[in-house]
């Protein structure tokens, strides 16, 4: 039977990037009704910003801890874990209850974030020719902004048909539906034959730095950006309505653009990468970039002007959103595959713990008397350490 086995096609890569997304769609579809969801269960926005922080916080617990654990995992049984721990999340999201029930809900969409990259990165490397992995690479990380884009929209559309919560069912079911489709594709792609030159071509790639040393670097990265891109994420709806008075489809319309403009700049990003383009001069670009970003949104809140404030989206879609794929990108090129998982996994726990801290602070920030100035002023002195961080890797690689 082993030749009847498909080749990775298009299909195949719609559902790595459905796997990236379907976690995320918890935390994104919320943030794009927390208006809503704050007024219904009586809650501050800092017992908001506290769901994201305990979805992320088991992210990165899960990444750390479990990495070891999904690489003796199939692929087939690390993508049922995915989706169902994502099912269960939304659909105890769409249960009429407390606040509590919300908290449970988003540690499961925490953990279901535990395994995504590991498992696609590994994908890529055992079924995919090593032509298309960078390309693809950028396409299946754009999922989380596929997410986004898709969680900002429809979440407030069906909210305003059948509640947030009835959004949040419907959201279970295509992620069940998603995940029966993921594994019969997967179950039904070959891997790749393993060349007898393969364990050489791995030592060669660990030239230059050390892998310690380009795991840690990038990590580290990861978690300062993570803090100001949920700090962002969690947030952005909240801002638009509150402070400049969108109407809440319009709140969420500001996260759906950043997630279309991320789509395109991982993709984008990812083409660079496939051509050559160095990560660290990549990821000083993006952090500048995303410092732009976070100061539009200040003076947006300064000038309470409308078109600062979508420029600032741009910026914060195109930049701080664009960083996971040249992180994975970067471990692709340097990392041997049988630690693939385990890297990607420490990695992603590094991003993950950015992303707890990230919407915890800013909710502090915003309920503060300085409101949300004070927090797109937090935003920035994060990213201007992102800057800090990528100037000195273009450096060390130049000497």
């Known amino acids: 039977m082993q030749q009847h086995m498909a080749k990775p096609g298009a299909g195949l890569l719609l559902v790595l990037l459905a796997s990236v997304g379907i976690a995320p769609l918890f935390t994104y579809g919320l943030s794009a009704t927390s208006d809503l969801v704050i007024s219904e269960l009586h809650i501050s926005e800092t017992q908001f910003g506290l769901l994201a922080t305990v979805c992320f916080g088991c992210a990165a617990i899960g990444n750390a801890a479990f990495s070891k654990f999904a690489d003796r995992r199939t692929d087939a049984s690390l993508f049922i874990i995915v989706f169902g721990l994502s ?44 032509a298309q992995r960078i390309t693809w690479t950028g396409i299946k990380q754009s999922g989380v902004q596929v997410s986004q884009l898709v969680g900002s929209l429809g979440f407030p559309l069906l909210a305003a048909w059948i509640g947030w919560r009835g959004a949040s069912l419907v959201g279970a079911i295509l992620a069940a539906v998603l995940g029966v489709l993921t594994v019969r594709l997967i179950n039904a792609t070959a891997l790749l034959p393993v060349p007898a030159s393969k364990p050489r071509k791995n030592t060669a790639t660990t030239t230059g730095p050390s892998t310690r040393f380009i795991v840690i670097t990038l990590t580290a990265f990861g978690f300062i950006n993570g803090m100001g891109v949920q700090a962002t994420n969690v947030y952005l709806p909240l801002f638009a309505v509150r402070e400049l008075h969108f109407s809440l489809l319009l709140g969420g319309l500001t996260a759906a653009v950043a997630g279309a403009f991320g789509v395109a700049a991982r993709i984008g990003w990812g083409a660079l990468m496939s051509k050559g383009v160095s990560a660290p001069k990549l990821l000083l670009t993006l952090a500048l970039l995303a410092t732009s970003g976070a100061l539009t949104f200040w003076q947006a809140q300064v000038q ?96």
């Open 87 to 130: 099912a269960a999340a939304l659909a105890l999201a769409a249960i009429p209850s407390g606040y509590a029930l919300l908290l449970v809900a988003a540690m499961f969409a925490g953990f279901a974030q535990s395994f995504p990259n590991g498992v696609t990165n590994r994908v890529l490397v055992q079924r995919v020719p090593g």
């Open 304 to 399: 309470h002007s409308a078109p600062l404030l979508w420029l600032a989206v741009l910026l914060h879609g195109a930049a701080a959103l664009g960083v996971s794929v040249v992180l994975m990108a970067a471990l692709l090129r340097a990392v041997p595959a049988a630690s693939l998982g385990s890297s990607t996994g420490i990695v992603s726990a590094g991003q993950f713990a950015g992303f707890t801290f990230g919407p915890l602070a800013m909710g502090a920030l915003i309920s503060s008397p300085g409101g949300f100035t004070t927090g797109w002023l937090a935003v920035t002195g994060v990213y201007l350490c992102c800057v800090g961080l990528g100037l000195y890797l273009v450096l060390r690689k130049r000497s």
